[in-house]
């Protein structure tokens, strides 16, 4: 292990334009993103369905035969890809509405996620446990590193085998196969989101218990035992430290609504804290976004639990502060570059530490060629806050920054033009539609 330690009118053709339909019709994003400041942000917006739940809830899809079906399904290139993973499977899946998806799931499946597939997003390794589950054998590409470093599996394949699975490495894949899955006392030596699904997807074919100790926590990991237990199954405790799930019962297909998207809802915290103004998000779950509010409470910006979303109004300037990420409950590394694109505007030096990931300060770069003052060391970075960042043009470097870069853009003297937006449209609905309704200056560009 290794934890350290579009319904936007486009000024020329918007990548997420024709949204209805099949799956496949989210065109890569050629285009560029354009940010200016502007007025204060006001209105309000409804948050999407969290794309790490869907995700992991599309492979969980895969344990019954028959039709389930998801809603509030975010239209971005994650869930696409999850989509042609899962018809390379067997698998049907359309959308019936504009965020209803359906996955048909046939009797017998094609146990075999592609390189192709799998290098597109490294979720894809979700589907190991279920396809094992199902199957009794999956052959999985590794997913390999990715904008963050090397993102290791060794967890989820160890606490595999304590399941009885074996597992060969070889040629780029994890060849899987267990005549019987056998339930087990599992320890995970990091709160390791992907490997407590892949253990509690598996585990529910599992015969008798399996206990997985030092869980995370996330809300999307409760989300996925919720949808599991509906399925039929019995996974007790999903939240805490310590889930136990008692293996082996039949699953049926389910109809789910997965939990909201605190990253979405996060962006927009941050869009707001840096443009000014005053927004509602509706449908955001305050409850999961505790430890984020109180510390952009420290940075004073204002947050309020109203009814069926959450009421955010900013400062007359930010205030720095001090943030660790940490498994959930702590600060989510996924807030992490939005919170460093705050600071870099923020009065006084804020000091951010990243616990999680190894090298997530990438994009810090692109954020200094907007003259932000960051220093990174280690693991941590130093950010003084300056009045005004200068528009430049950038490069998003993975989903999160991406979405940071242009937030970052909104108090930005000038433009800001941000490139490699395919990054943000894998984890991101509508980004510039949704800041055009607060009033935001952004909008699609051609590439230049
Ligand atoms: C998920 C989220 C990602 C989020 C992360 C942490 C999805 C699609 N992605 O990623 O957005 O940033 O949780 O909240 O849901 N590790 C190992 N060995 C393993 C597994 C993990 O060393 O077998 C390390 C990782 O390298 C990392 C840390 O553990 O340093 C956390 O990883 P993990 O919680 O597994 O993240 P993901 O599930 O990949």
């Known amino acids: 292990m290794n934890p350290t330690g579009d319904s936007a009118a486009p000024e020329s053709g918007d990548p997420q334009a024709g949204r209805a339909g099949a799956p496949d019709d989210i065109a890569p994003a050629p285009a560029e993103i354009r940010v200016r400041p502007g007025e204060p942000l006001a209105g309000e917006l409804e948050i999407g369905g969290a794309k790490n739940s869907v995700l992991k809830l599309l492979a969980a899809t895969t344990l019954a ?17 999850m989509i042609e993973l899962l018809q390379s499977f067997g698998c049907g899946a359309w959308f019936s509405d504009d965020d209803v998806l359906h996955v048909e799931v046939p009797e017998r499946l094609e146990p075999h996620a592609s390189y192709d597939l799998v290098s597109r997003m490294r979720a894809s390794i979700a589907v190991l446990g279920p396809l094992l589950a199902r199957c009794g054998e999956a052959m999985v590409a590794l997913p390999g590193g ?28 994890v060849h899987a196969r267990a005549s019987v899955l056998k339930g087990e006392e599992v320890s995970l030596a990091w709160p390791s989101v992907g490997a407590t699904e892949n253990i509690m997807m598996a585990a529910t074919a599992a015969e008798g218990r399996t206990v997985i100790h030092n869980a995370a926590r996330e809300p999307e990991i409760a989300d996925l035992a919720a949808f599991l237990n509906r399925m039929g199954a019995e996974v007790l405790g999903a939240g805490s430290p310590t889930i136990t799930i008692n293996g082996g019962g039949p699953l049926a297909p389910v ?144 989903i999160r920054a991406g979405a940071a870069l242009v937030v970052a853009g909104l108090g930005a003297e000038g433009e800001t033009i941000v490139r490699d937006t395919h990054h943000i449209s894998r984890g991101h609905e509508d980004l510039v539609g949704k800041l055009q309704s607060l009033g935001a200056d952004v909008a699609w560009v051609p590439a230049g």
């Open 65 to 81: 035969e028959g039709l389930s079906t998801l809603r509030r399904v975010p239209r971005i290139a994650d869930v696409t890809t």
């Open 146 to 173: 990715d904008d963050f470093g090397s993102r290791p599996i060794d967890m989820h394949l160890s606490a595999l085998e304590r399941l009885g699975v074996d597992i060969d490495v070889s040629h780029g894949y």
């Open 255 to 398: 109809d789910h609504t997965p939990v909201p998207d605190r990253i979405e809802t996060a962006v927009f915290l941050a869009a707001v804290g840096i443009a000014g103004g005053e927004i509602t998000l509706r449908g955001a779950q305050p409850g999961h976004l505790r430890m984020l509010c109180d510390k952009l409470g420290e940075m004073n910006l204002r947050t309020s639990t109203i009814k069926g979303g959450l009421w955010a109004m900013a400062p007359q300037r930010l205030r720095a502060t001090e943030i660790v990420t940490l498994p959930y409950p702590g600060v989510a590394t996924d807030y992490q570059p939005l919170l460093v694109a705050m600071l870099s505007l923020a009065e006084g030096v804020g000091l951010v530490t990243e616990n999680v990931f190894a090298n997530r300060f990438r994009y810090v770069g692109e954020l200094v060629r907007m003259g932000a003052d960051i220093r990174v060391e280690g693991r941590c970075a130093i950010v003084r806050g300056r009045e005004r960042l200068s528009g430049a043009p950038v490069r998003a470097t993975d």
